[in-house]
């Protein structure tokens, strides 16, 4: 199932197209899909293990995707509504919806996490909340998160959406793109490719972890540019390679 064809399944089944099944339901889900994503993302981070902590996240957004990907497509992560948005597989009042529903569920998700984690090992993980490594510097950070969500998301769009070339096994192909993703660029930008991850465990950690905000632009600038690229790349492709659109 695509990123946009739960809402024209409903319609070619003929089954009802009200607000709850073509908008509430989808956010619904991405509220929930985000919060627990981020809620194992923190976890994770307890584990000094670079590919525990990469498996956990590519796995878990797979896992999230195979389970509600049929109701809201799956997205999880505002650059990827973003780019999906720019490829005309979702509309952009939805797309918003979807955006603030990230938000808030990556909120919760941190929240959870900081309920269940003892105060010593949350403050040593900084709620995990991300930080830039040691003499990176933020300029070249977002340019980092840049390619990193570009793969992320460009690897959405071709094994999702498009219909020329879109997987069964799309979930995977995005799950390890999450992993590989941070497996290579975790210990320079956290690798993040996601906003709401962000936002979530900074704003959470911020009364108890000295500095979770840092560099905090990064993390939005890098993955929002990263989105809007590979849906414009993803665009000319359609176009120059004449594969077949969303619609």
């Not at 590919?51 to 796995?59: I, W, Y």
């Not at 597989?89 to 939805?94: G, N, S, T, W």
């Not at 040593?124 to 070249?140: C, E, F, Q």
């Amino acid at each position: 199932m695509s990123y946009s064809e739960h809402e024209k399944l409903i319609n070619d089944e003929g089954t009802p197209t009200g607000s709850y099944e073509t908008t509430i339901l989808p956010i619904i889900a991405e509220f929930v899909g985000v919060c627990l994503f981020v809620f194992i993302g923190c976890m994770a981070s307890q584990d000094n293990l670079l590919t525990a902590v990469a498996l956990a996240h590519g796995l878990t957004i797979a896992l999230l995707i195979i389970g509600l990907g049929s109701i809201s497509g799956g997205h999880f992560n505002p650059a990827v509504t973003l780019g999906v948005t720019i490829a005309g597989a979702i509309k952009p009042v939805l797309a918003l919806g979807y955006f603030i529903a990230q938000l808030l569920g990556g909120l919760l998700g941190a929240a959870f996490a900081r309920a269940v984690l003892p105060s010593d090992i949350y403050i040593t993980i900084r709620g995990g909340s991300h930080a830039l490594g040691k003499g990176v510097d933020p300029g070249w950070a977002i340019l980092g998160e840049v390619v990193l969500t570009s793969v992320l998301v460009f690897t959405v769009l071709m094994s999702a959406v498009n219909r020329t070339t879109k997987s069964k096994l799309a979930p995977l192909a995005i799950g390890f793109a999450v992993a590989v993703d941070i497996m290579s660029g975790g210990p320079i930008t956290g690798a993040s490719m996601n906003p709401a991850r962000a936002l979530g465990p900074a704003l959470v950690s911020y009364p108890v972890v000295s500095g979770s905000f840092d560099d905090h632009y990064v993390w939005w600038v890098g993955p929002l540019l990263g989105g809007l690229g590979a849906g414009l790349m993803y665009s000319i492709l359609c176009i120059f390679l004449r594969l077949n659109w969303i619609k």
